[in-house]
Structure formats: structure tokens, C-alpha cells
């Protein structure tokens, strides 16, 4: 695999990814109730990066009756094999459970409030759209937002961007300095947070490494030698990569906001 077009769009998208990972959001987490809002707003990325997933798997492989092959096999393969480590990977216990359903477990155990996700998601089962079933379950604007920009992606039935957006926009983003800070705030509340030191640790295992690189593949795959791909998928990528800095300043301003009531 060529690493040219890779190192290129991640140097054109290095400034936006920096701001992710240095966003002033990570030293307001301070205490368990902050921890909360920002799992609040987090969970929301879970949700809809596993949209982005299947609509890739949908669109790269035959998912219809009778069968027919479609597209390249290689390429079938990648997705293929993202789809199974995400939608069924394993707990702590062994037991097969989708990343989503498992930073749900995580919110559970920690104590942050489930109910406008689950009230999200109930309205999605109904068959509403994404924006009506983030507006009836009463989420901000920073959130419906962020899922409006993955959702446009997803819209444009563009594989290249969806697959440039799924490799880029969600890759590495939580800074090392976050999980010492979850590993502190577990011991002190006696593993309160293990299902979410867990879930951290195996997305930086699972989805920072092998995942990763065979999204780089299916990238690669799908933008090939076309300069104008390449362009359109670096600027889907930088758009996605601002919309996760609005979706941290939401959280941002909303610990800020219960921290000023409290004192």
C-alpha cells in the first residue's frame, strides 16, 4: 500500500486534529459529574460512527437478495472484518457486545444519564430521521450538529468520503493523557469507571491499530491514484474533524456551565 496519499491527507489534516486532541475540554474533566457530560456528548460519536460503518459495509459489499458479488473483493474483505471487531467485539467478561452497547454498559456503571440516548434511539427504531429523533429527545444543538455533519457524509453515497471520514475523522483522537486521568478517577471510585477504562483501552488497541490500518487500506483502495478524490476526501475529513471540535466545545461549555451553578 502507497503511503504518499495517506501521509499527505493526514499532514493537510494535522492542524484540525490537533485542536481535538489539545481541546481544553480534557483538563475540565476533573470530577466523576464531569466525566458524565462529556459521556453524554461522547456516546453520540459511538452511535453514529457505527452508522457511518454499516452504511460503508452496505455500499461496498452485497447486502441484498439474490446475492451478487459486488466490488472488489479486497475491499469487501476490509469492511468486512472492521464490521465484525466493532458490532461484536468482547466484554470484560468474554461476552460478545457492540462498542456502542458497551460505553452504554460504561454509562450505566458510572452513573451518567442514559436516558436521552436511549430516548434517541427509540425514536430512530420508529423509523424517524436522525435530526427529528435528536430534536424529540431534547439534545443540544452541539450534538444534533455533530451528527447532521457524519450524517451528510453518509448522504452523499461518496464511498471515498465516507471511508476517508470513517479512517480520519474518528481515528486516535482521545489523547493518552485521558485514559491516566479515567484510570485515576477509577481507583479512587473503587472501579466505578472499569467498563469505561475498558472500553477506551480496547478502542486504542482494536480501532487505533489493526483497525486502523485496514482502514488505510480500504481508503486506499477506494480513492486509488485520483487526485480529485483525494481532495474531496481531505476536505470531508477536515469537516468532520471541526465538527468533533464544536461537538467537545458543547461539552465544554456545559461543564462549565454546572460548574459555575455550584459554586
Not at 490537533?18 to 460519536?45: C, G, K, N, S
Request: hydrophobic share 40%; with cysteine; glycine share 6%.
Amino acid at each position: 500500500m502507497s503511503t504518499n496519499y495517506i501521509d499527505r491527507l493526514r499532514t493537510e489534516i494535522a492542524p484540525v486534529r490537533q485542536q481535538i486532541i489539545t481541546h481544553p475540554l480534557y483538563d475540565h474533566i476533573r470530577t466523576v459529574e464531569d466525566l458524565h457530560i462529556f459521556m453524554e456528548h461522547h456516546v453520540y460519536a459511538v452511535w453514529d460512527f457505527m452508522s457511518l460503518l454499516k452504511s460503508l459495509q452496505r455500499s461496498l459489499t452485497c447486502v441484498s437478495l439474490p446475492w451478487v458479488p459486488v466490488g472488489s473483493a479486497q475491499t469487501r474483505y476490509l469492511i468486512n472484518e472492521i464490521v465484525t471487531g466493532e458490532e461484536s467485539d468482547v466484554d470484560q467478561q468474554g461476552r460478545r457486545v457492540s462498542h456502542f452497547e458497551l460505553y452504554l454498559d460504561a454509562m450505566q456503571q458510572s452513573g451518567a444519564d442514559q436516558q436521552p440516548i436511549h430516548a434517541f434511539i427509540a425514536q430512530v427504531r420508529d423509523g424517524c430521521a436522525v435530526d427529528t429523533a435528536a430534536q424529540r429527545a431534547g439534545l443540544n444543538d452541539g450534538i444534533r450538529a455533530f451528527m447532521r455533519s457524519t450524517f451528510d457524509v453518509i448522504g452523499s453515497q461518496q464511498r471515498h468520503l465516507q471511508a476517508a471520514v470513517f479512517t480520519f475523522g474518528r481515528e486516535d483522537l482521545i489523547p493518552d493523557m485521558f485514559l491516566g486521568l479515567i484510570r485515576e478517577l477509577n481507583k479512587s471510585l473503587s472501579g466505578q469507571l472499569g467498563v469505561l477504562e475498558y472500553y477506551i483501552e480496547r478502542h486504542i488497541e482494536v480501532d487505533g491499530g489493526h483497525h486502523s490500518h485496514l482502514a488505510y487500506q480500504m481508503t486506499t483502495e477506494l480513492c486509488g491514484t485520483d487526485e480529485k478524490k483525494w481532495h474531496d476526501a481531505t476536505e470531508a475529513v477536515k469537516r468532520s474533524l471541526a465538527a468533533r471540535v464544536a461537538l467537545w466545545d458543547a461539552a465544554l461549555a456545559r461543564i462549565q456551565e454546572r460548574s459555575a451553578i455550584a459554586v
